[in-house]
């Protein structure tokens, strides 16, 4: 079991550019979560999916964030027209059910220029 | 909303000694689990041990172990036989059960622990 993968590792965009994050669960793993981490910070709940299902985006910004987890492939969190505040870890998780088996991914780093 | 504090940003130990890294929450909801996590420099957010609020009775896992004061509702983890490899930074973590939003994790701020041979 390969674990929660995500990619990319790094990523670098301009300002006014589009980010696009993948994050694939592990085997068996139908909840999938995303965390943003501001340098020096904790990790910040963004958003909650189910395939198919938005669940809980109580985290997400208002504008210019989405997120989806399709019923084939993997979940994508996506920024549109990236500012430098967007600059930060962003972190994908997923479990079997909510509690055991939690298991996050190694994250993406995003860069705003 | 629940909010988690960790009032202490750093602290330090000698490599084979004891350290003890405190949390605080704050939730009106009687179920739900707490957890620590370790994040060393890959980044990478390792559990280190995970509490239900249900069992009086503290978690412990090897050399960690917490002290769950449900009353008081503090959560610190102690670090017993500290080793180079625990130098990390370490985050507290809540998690209410039931809702919409079972499986939403609610941080704090975190506390880089640096062990010193």
């Known amino acids: 079991n390969a674990g929660v993968m995500q990619n990319p590792r790094h990523l670098v965009r301009r300002r006014g550019q589009e980010a696009r994050l993948r994050c694939s669960p592990m085997?068996?793993?139908?909840?999938v979560y995303w965390y943003r981490q501001l340098p020096e910070e904790g990790l910040k709940f963004m958003v909650y999916?189910?395939?198919?299902?938005?669940?809980?985006e109580s985290g997400m910004p208002k504008e210019r964030f989405s997120a989806e987890f399709p019923k084939e492939g993997p979940s994508i969190l996506r920024i549109q027209q990236v500012v430098r505040g967007d600059s930060a870890a962003y972190f994908c998780?997923?479990?079997?059910?909510?509690?055991?088996?939690?298991?996050f991914g190694s994250g993406t780093r995003l860069t705003v220029v | 909303a629940q909010t988690v504090t960790q009032s202490q940003p750093e602290m330090s130990v000698q490599e084979a000694e004891t350290v003890t890294l405190s949390c605080t929450y704050d939730t009106s909801e009687n179920n739900y689990y707490l957890f620590w996590y370790k994040q060393p420099p890959s980044r990478q957010m390792i559990l280190v041990i995970r509490?239900?609020?249900?069992?009086?009775q503290n978690a412990t896992e090897n050399r960690f172990s917490v002290n769950f004061q449900k009353a008081a509702k503090s959560f610190s983890l102690k670090i017993s036989d500290s080793q180079l490899g625990d130098t990390a930074m370490y985050f507290c973590?809540?998690?209410?059960?039931?809702?919409?939003?079972?499986?939403?994790?609610?941080f704090g701020q975190g506390t880089i622990l640096t062990v010193h041979p």
């Open positions: 973590a809540f998690m209410k059960t039931g809702g919409t939003s079972y499986g939403k994790l609610t």
């Open positions: 999916l189910q395939k198919e299902n938005i669940i809980d």
């Open positions: 998780a997923s479990s079997p059910r909510q509690v055991y088996g939690y298991t």
């Open positions: 085997k068996g793993h139908s909840h």
């Open positions: 509490q239900e609020a249900y069992k009086q």
